[in-house]
């Protein structure tokens, strides 16, 4: 005879934590909930940053990105904008400081 505890299959394991994960748990600490991340562009703002100018331009960059687009309300076409023109900025910067 088998007790029902042993009819029990295990728990499935938690779940990895992603970055979503992270990104909602970071902007409600922060106050910003309800707040959209376009976590693609600032991925990809960070990469340009890292790659053109230096690896650590990327958290910096994305920082001045995200302070400017707060002094000017936050709107998503202003993040959107100045991330276009940070990246610009990057990559001009690679050109002008490559060897060769």
């Known amino acids: 005879m088998t007790s029902p505890a042993d009819d029990q299959t ?3 394991a938690p779940a990895e934590p992603t970055l979503a994960d992270w990104i909602d748990e970071a ?3 922060l106050g910003l909930e309800g707040h959209e991340v376009d976590e693609a562009l600032v991925l990809d703002l960070a990469r340009v940053a ?4 230096l690896r650590p331009a990327a958290p910096v ?3 001045l990105v995200g302070l400017a687009a707060g002094l000017r309300g936050g709107d998503p076409a202003v993040v959107e904008e100045l991330s276009a023109r940070a990246e610009r900025l990057a990559e001009e ?3 002008r400081h490559s060897a060769g």
Do not use: I, L, Q, R
């Open 50 to 53: 890292a790659h053109g100018v």
């Open 61 to 63: 960059t994305t920082y």
């Open 93 to 95: 910067w690679a050109a």
């Open 27 to 29: 902007t409600a600490a």
């Open 10 to 12: 295990p728990a499935p």
